[in-house]
T-cell receptor, first 110, second 115 residues
Framework: SQQGEEDPQALSIQEGENATMNCSYK?????LQWYRQNSGRGLVHLILIRSNEREKHSGRLRVTLDTSKKSSSLLITASRAADTASYFC??????????FGSGTRLQVQP | EAGVAQSPRYKIIEKRQSVAFWCNPISGHATLYWYQQILGQGPKLLIQ????????DSQLPKDRFSAERLKGVDSTLKIQPAKLEDSAVYLCASSTHRGRAYEQYFGPGTRLTVT
């Protein structure tokens, strides 16, 4: 089974709005990463947050991590049509390579 | 810096045929991964190499899938014989694997259709 599960599975918003997607996982982690995948393309790394961090920012991205609840959220502020993609969380437990969730499909309407 | 290269980009085969995919990681990246991504799902690790040694192949269907990484650089993934359920995108990724935290760099993937 997948270590990480994203919620919602799909999200449709208007340009300029904020998009929030959540990720829940099951076991202890070293770090959690978010990736973006445009249709028909490979995944692109967005941001990494370590288990001892609670919040991290990168440009229009804000990631939070709550290890007590085993959950993370990715906030994209002031969304653009170019943000349309699938977003995956991936957990690093230190025992094997990253384990990916099933993704949130974000559609930003112009 | 050149990214991860994969070929072919698309492949259509009939079931029971064989197929091979090629990956060239980013120069200097010691760790190489092959993932299988079925439509609508996240990538699932098939095999992880550290240089030319296998670190994790626990999810590789070894009765039909094989992979090698000769000389610790390029890698090939082979399926023989293919089944309908092997239809997926096969992603190659690489990383420097320095320390405990690392990001992976993905290639564009090979979309396999088994008919």
């Amino acid at each position: 089974s997948q270590q990480g599960e994203e919620d919602p599975q799909a999200l449709s918003i208007q340009e300029g709005e904020n998009a929030t997607m959540n990720c829940s996982y099951k076991t202890s982690i070293n770090n959690l990463q978010w990736y973006r995948q445009n249709s028909g393309r490979g995944l692109v790394h967005l941001i990494l947050i370590r288990s001892n961090e609670r919040e991290k920012h990168s440009g229009r991205l804000r990631v939070t991590l709550d290890t007590s609840k085993k959950s993370s959220s990715l906030l994209i502020t002031a969304s653009r049509a170019a943000d349309t993609a699938s977003y995956f969380c991936a957990t690093d437990t230190g025992r094997r390579a990253l384990t990916f969730g099933s993704g949130t499909r974000l559609q930003v309407q112009p | 810096e050149a990214g991860v290269a994969q070929s072919p980009r698309y492949k259509i085969i009939e079931k029971r045929q064989s197929v091979a995919f090629w990956c060239n990681p980013i120069s200097g990246h010691a760790t190489l991964y092959w993932y299988q991504q079925i439509l609508g799902q996240g990538p699932k690790l098939l095999i992880q190499f550290q240089n030319n040694g296998v670190v994790d192949d626990s999810q590789l269907p070894k009765d039909r899938f094989s992979a090698e990484r000769l000389k610790g650089v390029d890698s090939t993934l082979k399926i023989q014989p293919a089944k309908l359920e092997d239809s997926a995108v096969y992603l190659c990724a690489s990383s420097t694997h320095r320390g405990r935290a690392y990001e992976q760099y993905f290639g564009p993937g090979t979309r396999l259709t088994v008919t």
